[in-house]
């Protein structure tokens, strides 16, 4: 009897047209680390009494589909994520392609994503899929992934695949090392890790359905924050957080053979941090900044993902 492994575990994503509506075809294979998207519906014991100490069967509540799924932030596929957090980018060139994904739509795109395990067999079309979070660290060393949150409306469970025979991309993965951070269009030194968090801050439609789903997921305020931990080795920071300055942030990762993805925020707001000195050790600081719209470029963030992909 074969059992599930997550070895062997796969993922296809497609875009909607309708939501809520699993496309009959165009999905592609995507590359991830981990997957926690899935869909419950709890059981809400009986209150009723009058039948003994036993109780009554329970009742169902609603469903519930949402969940996290860890992806590699790579020169292709992850412009999927950017699309679902974003909307469609503007494309420019002619191989190799740039698109420019913009903050600030009122409108997302919705995704059907299927998790299979071939072995049990067990496939589970998650529809009605919209990004909520997406969510990345920048280090010295280790594996660069980002963690897309999801909301989904349900799923749909089968033995045997939806998503057809999923395209295929190739994965050309950025590293660590590739990464580089500027400030003002400055490279800002001694910086020693670094988090950026983009929220569309979903509102869950919570209509009441004879299938007990949500109606759909509406992005409300975005937010843009992070945190910068620095070696402390002059007052720049500082001082901007003291004037309560904005700057521009630049965090970028690039391969030798071309391809790239930058993300720049526009307005950076910095707290005044606390400077401790814990021992004697190197003296850090830590910087947990805010974004907001720039009154210039009239956006908070815009994410470049340059590569060999012609569409999104």
């Known amino acids: 009897m074969a059992r599930a492994q997550g070895a062997r575990a796969q993922m296809a994503l497609a875009f909607e047209t309708t939501y809520g509506t699993p496309p009959a075809s165009g999905f592609t294979r995507m590359p991830f ?25 329970p009742i169902k509540d609603a469903v519930t ?27 420019t060139g002619t191989g ?10 009122w409108t997302l795109p919705s995704m ?30 280790g594996l660069l992934t980002a963690t897309a949150r999801l909301v989904a409306q349900g799923a749909t469970v089968s033995t ?24 003002n269009g400055t490279a800002l030194g001694n910086v020693v890790s670094a988090e950026i968090t983009y929220a569309n ?8 359905r004879a299938d007990g789903r949500i109606d759909g997921a509406d992005p409300s305020i975005a937010a843009l924050t992070g945190r910068i931990e620095v070696r402390f080795a002059d007052q720049t920071l500082v001082t901007q957080a003291i004037n309560g300055d904005p700057c521009a942030m630049e965090f970028a990762y ?4 071309g391809e790239s ?22 003296v850090q600081a830590s910087f947990d900044w805010q974004a907001a719209r720039d009154s210039v470029e009239g956006r908070m963030c815009t994410a470049t993902l340059v590569n060999d992909v012609e569409t999104y």
């Open 33 to 57: 680390a981990s997957a926690t998207l899935g869909a419950e519906q709890p059981l809400l014991n009986s209150e009723l009494l009058g039948y003994g100490r036993d109780p009554l069967p």
């Open 65 to 91: 589909a949402d969940g996290d799924v860890v992806v590699p932030i790579d020169a292709q596929a992850f412009g999927f994520w950017l699309k679902a957090a974003f909307g469609a980018p503007t494309t």
């Open 96 to 105: 190799p392609w740039t698109h420019e994904f913009q903050s600030g739509s």
């Open 112 to 141: 059907s994503i299927e998790t299979g395990m071939p072995e049990v067999p067990r496939y589970a079309m998650y529809s009605g899929c919209v990004l909520d979070q997406l969510s990345w660290q920048m280090q010295r060393s």
């Open 160 to 183: 045997a695949t939806s998503a057809g025979t999923p395209a295929t991309l190739d994965l050309q993965r950025f590293g660590h090392f590739n990464g580089s951070i500027k400030r």
């Open 201 to 208: 801050n979903l509102d869950r439609i919570e209509t009441i």
């Open 254 to 257: 690039s391969l030798p053979s």
């Open 261 to 282: 993805f930058t993300f720049t925020v526009h307005a950076v707001y910095l707290p005044r941090p606390r400077i401790e000195i814990s021992g004697p050790q190197g």
